[in-house]
DNA sequence: CATATACCCATTGACGCCCATATAATCCCA
DNA sequence: TGGGATTATATGGGCGTCAATGGGTATATG
């Protein structure tokens, strides 16, 4: 599986440190198994997270603006000193910034989500909620979710 | 990680000298790892720098633009006159000219904003303030950030 | 000779690496 | 197929190394 997916609780130990669950190391390509990249979601007080890789195509687009133009200085600005690097040691487990822990209230337990091509950390109870409230609003209009489910191809 | 990523605040100690994070260093080519450019930023008061291999790149953004155009003039002027370069010692520090420091206002701290191919240095303040500025002005546009970030491929 | 800058050494705290354990998952063979 | 044995994962902690910082001294450069 290439996709980052399911739930899992992790404990963060004394040190900060908190495994990344082994089915989402496994997501990441043998090469750059050591490292992956963290950010402040932009909807969510939430934390996302991927691979490097992702950041070498983000770099890739920002790259292709107008050198010149505000918006590019914007994007370089927004995302990559918002970007964070961190190293995965050899048990799995890395270090969640302070910053971004603040962001995402997350003190003692960490909850780690699949969201595909990325995953989600939210502070367990926040994130619970918030699966609930995304399946609510989805349920809303049943029809999409339907379509979403069943659509062929 | 080959390009240059995440905040940092160094101290500026007595003799001017002031860290350049690790992790930057590390983008620095193993060659010329001693040794980095400083120019002013165009659009903003801040310090810009990278490695020396950088310079080509940014020779090549100036040759596209018009030739006979003031913008031709105004930034070749402005960047290759003005560039700096500077070294960096064994213990991963450098100098930043007063000049350089002045048009920054940059005192006793400098914060490191990583922009991919090169890198920012303000004074703590101002850089939050424009990191802050900059995401709002993205966020009014929040579809360009979600896809930058997001799109696959 | 005076000032600036490079090199050397020292300190502190953070982080990575190693080893250890408990629980859970998987295997393997009789 | 049952159940012990093996392996993997999550977690805890000791310790060495490295990064950031401070300061003394040599060296250069005008």
Redesign the interface.
């Known amino acids: 599986m290439d996709l980052f997916v399911s739930k899992y609780i992790n404990k963060i130990d004394k040190k900060g440190r908190v495994s990344l669950p082994s089915s989402f190391r496994n997501v990441l390509p043998k090469a750059n198994r050591n ?1 992956i ?1 963290l ?1 402040k979601s ?1 909807k969510t007080p939430s934390i996302e997270g991927c691979g ?1 890789g992702r ?5 890739k ?3 292709n603006l107008d ?2 133009s ?2 590019y ?13 961190t190293n995965i040691d050899k048990e799995g487990r890395f270090l969640i910034p302070e910053e971004l822990k603040l962001y995402a209230s997350i003190k003692t337990e960490a909850a780690f989500f699949g969201q595909g ?2 995953f989600q950390i939210w502070e367990p109870k926040k994130g619970q909620k918030n699966t609930e409230d995304s399946r609510r609003r989805l349920l809303k209009e049943k029809k999409s979710l339907r379509m979403m489910l069943t659509q062929q191809k």
């Open positions: 490292e990249i950010y932009i490097v950041l070498k195509e983000i770099a687009r920002i790259n050198f010149f505000e918006d200085d914007d994007f370089s600005t927004s995302i990559f000193s918002e970007i964070i690097t091509h990325y």
